[in-house]
């Protein structure tokens, strides 16, 4: 085993072995996050948005050798990583140096950028979510399973907006590193809460806010609903979509028409449609 060496005042960490990597290696699971109260963030574009959110990492791992050249990739510049890095230094951030070979292993994505931090647990409690102002949106998601598909709502609701959003019985965690990364980091720019739904159904009637479930057992369309006011958009899980509880409390049950040969969208899909129905209506 290859120990920690210094490296000016930052370490230098060379052996799969390290008891480092194994501490990041744990993170990847439930428990662990839960126990430890912190979650893995990892890229320039996730770790710089959970910075201008307020997130101070605790520690950042980079590998310098899998940094991109300054230049240009389509529309986007790219090789900043060096200036993350200055900045994370700036704010006194621990800094450890990691081989490509344990950087590699170290990460949960295809093609690492050489930067990887890790930061407090994502999310708050419910009753610390405010509504504020008469147009509050709300995005609720139900069971929802997949961190991908729970990522990528988050990335359309900031997209949209919406004021916060609500994981109702949910299966995966806020702090999954898989729905940090589907997030694109996202999941520190709003504010998220995870709760029962009842807990989350009791929070929508204090703050007076009416709620609209999707669902392919009606004839009410998502265009034929107002979504001005206060307004919460509920999708429920992949397999089952929303249960009779949440659909017993909604306003209003809307359907997607559907002309092809499937039954249902992808929830995430499903969200963003009624979720940019009601920013074109509220635009208007």
Same mark, same amino acid.
């Given at each position: 085993?290859?120990?920690?060496?210094?490296?000016?005042?930052?370490?230098?960490?060379?052996?799969?072995?390290?008891?480092?990597?194994?501490?990041?290696?744990?993170?990847?699971?439930?428990?662990?996050?839960?126990?430890?109260?912190?979650?893995?963030?990892?890229?320039? =574009?996730?770790?710089?948005?959970?910075? $201008?959110?307020?997130?101070? %990492?605790?520690?950042?791992?980079?590998?310098?050798?899998?940094? $991109?050249?300054?230049?240009?990739?389509?529309?986007?510049?790219?090789?900043?990583?060096?200036?993350?890095?200055?900045?994370?230094?700036?704010?006194?951030?621990?800094?450890?140096?990691?081989?490509?070979?344990?950087?590699?292993?170290?990460?949960?994505?295809?093609?690492?950028?050489?930067?990887?931090?890790?930061?407090? =647990?994502?999310?708050?409690?419910?009753?610390?979510?405010?509504?504020?102002?008469?147009?509050?949106?709300?995005?609720?998601?139900?069971?929802?399973?997949? %961190?991908?598909?729970?990522?990528?709502?988050?990335?359309?609701?900031?997209?949209?907006?919406?004021?916060?959003?609500?994981?109702?019985?949910?299966?995966?965690?806020?702090?999954?590193?898989?729905?940090?990364?589907?997030?694109?980091?996202?999941?520190?720019?709003?504010?998220?809460?995870?709760?029962?739904?009842?807990?989350?159904?009791?929070?929508?009637?204090?703050?007076?806010?009416?709620?609209?479930?999707?669902?392919?057992?009606?004839?009410?369309?998502?265009?034929?609903?107002?979504?001005?006011?206060?307004?919460?958009?509920?999708?429920?899980?992949?397999?089952?979509?929303?249960?009779?509880?949440?659909?017993?409390?909604?306003?209003?049950?809307?359907?997607? %028409?559907?002309?092809?040969?499937?039954?249902?969208?992808?929830?995430?899909?499903?969200?963003?449609?009624?979720?940019?129905?009601?920013?074109?209506?509220?635009?208007?």
């Amino acid at each position: 085993m290859t120990n920690p060496i210094p490296f000016g005042r930052e370490l230098v960490i060379s052996s799969t072995a390290n008891p480092r990597l194994k501490a990041i290696l744990a993170l990847r699971r439930r428990r662990t996050r839960e126990e430890t109260g912190q979650t893995l963030v990892e890229g320039y =574009e996730e770790i710089g948005l959970a910075l $201008s959110a307020g997130v101070r %990492p605790s520690t950042v791992y980079v590998c310098e050798q899998l940094f $991109s050249p300054a230049g240009r990739a389509g529309s986007q510049d790219i090789g900043h990583q060096s200036d993350l890095l200055t900045r994370l230094r700036d704010d006194r951030v621990e800094v450890v140096h990691l081989s490509r070979q344990v950087f590699e292993k170290a990460s949960y994505r295809d093609g690492p950028d050489g930067l990887l931090a890790v930061v407090d =647990e994502v999310g708050r409690p419910l009753g610390d979510l405010r509504v504020e102002g008469p147009d509050h949106l709300t995005l609720l998601s139900q069971g929802v399973e997949k %961190p991908g598909n729970l990522g990528a709502m988050l990335r359309t609701a900031d997209a949209a907006g919406v004021d916060d959003v609500i994981a109702a019985d949910p299966v995966t965690d806020w702090g999954n590193p898989n729905v940090v990364r589907a997030s694109k980091g996202t999941v520190f720019a709003l504010p998220v809460a995870a709760a029962t739904t009842a807990e989350a159904l009791a929070w929508l009637d204090a703050g007076g806010i009416r709620l609209v479930v999707t669902t392919p057992e009606t004839d009410l369309l998502h265009t034929d609903v107002d979504y001005t006011g206060r307004v919460a958009i509920a999708v429920g899980s992949e397999k089952h979509g929303a249960d009779q509880t949440l659909l017993q409390a909604a306003t209003h049950r809307v359907r997607i %028409p559907m002309h092809g040969k499937a039954n249902s969208l992808n929830v995430a899909a499903s969200a963003a449609i009624v979720l940019y129905e009601a920013v074109r209506q509220r635009s208007r």
